[in-house]
């Protein structure tokens, strides 16, 4: 099972600001079977990123992608008032297991 | 519009059984691969299951591995879990979660989640 881990556990940030969250891969990550998903308090989570970089329907261009192996990384170039949230982590693919990070909070300063 | 709604939680005594449906609507039900995640209290989110969209592959966490069954009716276009032997460690809301292959970079990943049912395990 491919263990995840993110970094940092809190991005404390003003909005304008750039967020940059990293996720590690304990073995290689097959084809890029990477995603990023966005929670918010009290909802349920909302797929960003998949493939790695690829954004989903409607993300905003601010969310990017990056990486491949173990190493990888959301970006979110501006950080707008609605984009203060939980963000993970998943690796998938062909046949599961899946996994997910145990998560980055990005809060307002 | 895609809908998952969840149903079936609630609070059930350690050992005890419980059923989960998920009502899915707004896409072609038999053409997708489904999964349920589960989310403890103020932690991460956990995948636990898997199945396919002929119904005829499923795959499990180990922490469940044992104890809960997924299944499928595509007639009524539900998602179920049946969740046996539960223990207070279940404690959590329950995600229904659609899968989609994307053929641009290859895998099934989750692009829909549902709202969630809570499960409280507890005496």
């Known amino acids: 099972e491919i263990v995840l881990t993110q970094s940092p556990g809190t991005l404390s940030l003003s909005p304008g600001e750039r967020a940059t969250l990293s996720c590690r891969a304990s073995?290689?990550?097959?084809?890029?079977?990477l995603a990023w998903h966005q929670q918010k308090p009290g909802q349920a989570p909302r797929l960003l990123i998949y493939g790695a970089s690829t954004r989903a329907t409607g993300i905003p261009d601010r969310f990017s992608g990056s990486g491949s192996g173990t190493d990888f990384t959301l970006t979110i170039s501006s950080l707008e008032p609605e984009d203060f949230a939980v963000y993970y982590c998943q690796q998938y693919g062909n046949a599961p297991p899946w996994t997910f990070g145990q998560g980055t909070k990005v809060e307002m300063k | 519009e895609v809908q998952l709604v969840e149903s079936g939680g609630g609070l059930v005594q350690p050992g005890g059984s419980l059923r989960l449906s998920c009502a899915a609507s707004g896409f072609t039900f038999n053409n997708y691969e489904m999964n349920w995640v589960r989310q403890a209290p103020g932690k991460g989110l956990e995948w636990l299951s898997y199945i396919s969209e002929s119904g005829g592959n499923m795959y499990y966490a180990d922490s469940v591995k044992g104890r809960f069954i997924i299944s499928r009716d595509s007639a009524k276009n539900s998602l179920y879990l049946q969740m046996n032997s539960l223990r207070a460690e279940d404690t959590a809301v329950y995600y229904c979660?659609?899968?989609?292959?994307?053929?641009?970079?290859?895998?099934?990943?989750?692009?829909?989640w549902g709202q969630g049912t809570l499960v409280t395990v507890s005496s």
């Open positions: 073995q290689i990550v097959g084809t890029t079977y």
């Open positions: 979660a659609r899968a989609t292959y994307y053929y641009d970079s290859g895998g099934y990943c989750i692009d829909y």
